[in-house]
């Protein structure tokens, strides 16, 4: 047992209990919502019962050895079947999927009955908070009580990697596609606690002992269950936190291009849409990111396009020269040329000298970009070769 990785699992299935009741509450009638909601309780609840200085309240207000144990196991049960009725809820028509989950329920009351009976033949006497199974483990009657345990979790964690993989793949919106993928590896990756489980059962028959694999069991089984409830929920928050990530990369873009984009504006003011901001307005500036990062990119294009009459062609190519002998290439290269290329414009046009249209500077050294993203990030490379 790690008791630091189930303090871990518990926080963080209370806290995806928390997100979900928000949804319950708009939605109350959603029954596989109500499920999820429960898995998440129940989650938490078997993580917060197995911390070993719980585990030992629990014994000693139950006044029963190792009472903790049954009870986190059969909250383990519970939230097996529980994922079960999600996805009866997500696959089936109402009324089926009704008929199917009262079955289920039913079928998780008689199993956890059953380990209730088995725990009190076993009647364990000396508490085990960390190492409860691999103690009790010679006991016939644990042997059977395990066995009862291990079955359903192996069963259920199995058909969660089936259903959701196979969800996946017909998923139409990205988000949900990669919640399930990530529930489907946590249930996966929980797998490797049952094997061991199962092997320490396996063991006392074929005389082999699993002992040294018993911190894999638990990171597997730990890791395995918060990387399920992550992909439970991954389809609610993802979205934001991809649109909150974009906002950042936008306001470092927007604000990496305003050098550039500035002195352009000082030379063609026409370039701009709506009036200039200062540098501290400009920075504050925090609504419609995406929208001003296009309206920049535009206007530097505008602008290079506008000092292109104020372009020697010279002048790039001393700048190619001297950029390669200083051993840049690709687009650092193209970027600084471009940036000497657009200084050199400026200060043309500050004299007011101009080229013949023959031998005005071109942009055919500039590389071609596929879409705007690369094209955002290839200025603000010219950008910072020009600041």
């Known amino acids: 047992m790690i008791p630091a990785f189930h303090l871990l699992g518990a926080v963080a299935a209370w806290a995806g209990l928390f997100y979900k009741c928000r949804a319950l509450r708009r939605n109350p009638g959603d029954r596989a919502l109500l499920a999820l909601c429960a898995v998440f309780a129940l989650s938490g609840l078997s ?34 079947v529980g994922q079960q009725t999600v996805l009866t809820h997500w696959a089936r028509p109402p009324e ?27 009647t364990p006497a000396r508490q085990r908070p960390k190492d409860f199974t691999l103690y009790y483990v010679h006991d016939p009657y644990y042997i059977a009580y395990l066995s009862v345990y291990i079955g359903i979790y192996l069963a259920g ?33 929980t797998l490797g606690y049952g094997a061991v489980r ?6 006392i028959a074929f005389g082999f002992d699993l002992r040294a694999w018993e911190t894999t069991a638990w990171v597997c089984g730990d890791v395995g269950s918060a990387l ?32 550039l984009w500035s002195a352009l504006h000082r030379a063609v003011p026409s370039i701009a849409l709506a009036p200039a901001r200062s540098a501290l307005a400009d920075r504050l500036a925090v609504r419609q990111l995406e929208f001003r990062l296009y309206r920049r990119v535009i206007e530097i294009r505008d602008g290079q ?13 001393e700048a190619l020269r001297e950029g390669s002998r200083a051993g840049l290439s690709g687009d650092a290269l193209s970027a600084h040329a471009e940036a000497v290329r657009i200084r050199a414009a400026l200060t043309a046009r500050a004299q007011g000298r101009t080229v013949p249209a023959e031998e005005s ?3 055919d050294h500039c590389p071609a970009h596929p879409d705007l993203a690369a094209e955002t990030a290839w200025l603000v490379r010219v950008a910072e070769a020009f600041r």
């Open 361 to 363: 500077g071109a942009l």
């Open 96 to 122: 089926t999927a009704r008929r199917l989950v009262r079955w289920q329920l039913a079928f998780c009351a008689t199993a956890i009955a059953a380990l209730v009976v088995l725990f009190c033949l076993l």
């Open 228 to 259: 399920t409830l992550v992909g439970w929920t991954l389809p609610g928050w993802g979205p934001r936190v991809a649109a909150a990530g974009r906002w950042v990369t936008a306001y470092r873009r927007h604000r990496r291009l305003y050098p």
């Open 305 to 317: 396009l506008a000092l292109r009459a104020h372009a020697a062609p010279e002048t790039v190519a």
């Open 157 to 189: 964690e199995i058909n969660v990697v089936r259903a959701c993989s196979g969800y996946a793949r017909v998923a139409g919106r990205t988000w949900l596609r990669r919640g399930l993928l990530v529930t489907a590896a946590g249930a996966f990756l």
């Open 198 to 203: 199962a092997g320490n059962i396996l063991g």
């Open 47 to 80: 993580f917060f019962v197995s911390l070993p200085y719980v585990w030992v309240l629990v014994d000693r207000l139950a006044g029963v050895p190792n009472i903790a144990a049954l009870l986190a196991q059969s909250c383990v049960v519970a939230l097996i």
